[in-house]
């Protein structure tokens, strides 16, 4: 049973506009969520996380949304740019030392 | 060097035979993780590593799978009698201290493939 969903596996924007990636997720106790970047023949990269307590965390042109009462979460990459094409997971995790729990990814192609 | 290593950066094997892969952490993070990606899907958690000791080992599918870190700095994920089905990328990463809000930093893996 997965605990992160990703229901898109892929999404293609245009260079400039923005990218909306989507997460939700099933356990209710997670406090603390991640976005990793992964190009291909690379690990994962840590991209940009947020707390249970905030509702919104930015960090350039990188945005994540968290909606509690949904269990969803979302990133929002603006404007994007061909450099930005990647898988990009979404993870979630408890307090302390829980370990970290992420989704199946989505593949992002920006079309210059 | 600076990030996190993995060696081999592929391994092909024989179902029945045993491998081991290595993880050389970031120097001086304390905490080490091992996962597994099949494809089309995100890092599994195997195992992870506070130290020398295995703080939560609830990940590993099955006891043919075993890890050590016996010094606290490079570990290796050991793998008996493999399956076909244990084929997949296998990923390393480390944080400095293993607090769920600490960056993971990851190795580009090790791709295994049993026959």
């Known amino acids: 049973d997965q605990q992160v969903k990703q229901n898109s596996p892929s999404l293609s924007v245009q260079e400039g506009r923005i990218s909306i990636l989507n997460c939700d997720y099933t356990n209710s106790m997670f406090d603390y969520f991640l976005w990793y970047k992964k190009y291909p023949a690379e690990g994962p990269t840590f991209l940009i996380s947020i707390s249970s307590i905030k509702d919104k965390n930015e960090d350039g042109r990188f945005t994540v949304f968290l909606n509690k009462s949904a269990k969803h979460l979302s990133l929002h990459i603006v404007p994007s740019q061909p450099g930005d094409s990647a898988v990009y997971f979404c993870a979630a995790t408890g307090t302390s030392y829980d370990k970290v729990i992420f989704g199946p990814g989505t593949s992002l192609s920006v079309i210059p | 060097g600076a990030g996190v290593s993995q060696t081999p950066s592929n391994k092909v094997t024989e179902k029945g035979k045993y491998v081991e892969l290595r993880c050389d952490p970031i120097?001086?993070?304390?905490?080490l993780y091992w996962y597994r990606q099949s494809l089309g899907q995100g890092p599994e958690f195997l195992i992870y590593?506070?130290?020398?000791?295995?703080?939560?080992d609830s990940g590993l599918p099955n006891d043919r799978f075993f890890a050590v870190r016996p010094e606290g700095s490079v570990s290796t994920l050991k793998i008996q009698r493999t399956e076909r089905g244990d084929s997949a990328m296998y990923l390393c990463?480390?944080?400095?201290?293993?607090?769920?809000?600490?960056?993971?930093?990851f190795g580009p893996g090790t791709r295994l493939t049993v026959l």
């Open positions: 120097s001086g993070h304390t905490a």
């Open positions: 990463a480390s944080s400095a201290s293993g607090t769920s809000a600490d960056t993971q930093y």
């Open positions: 590593f506070q130290g020398t000791g295995a703080a939560d």
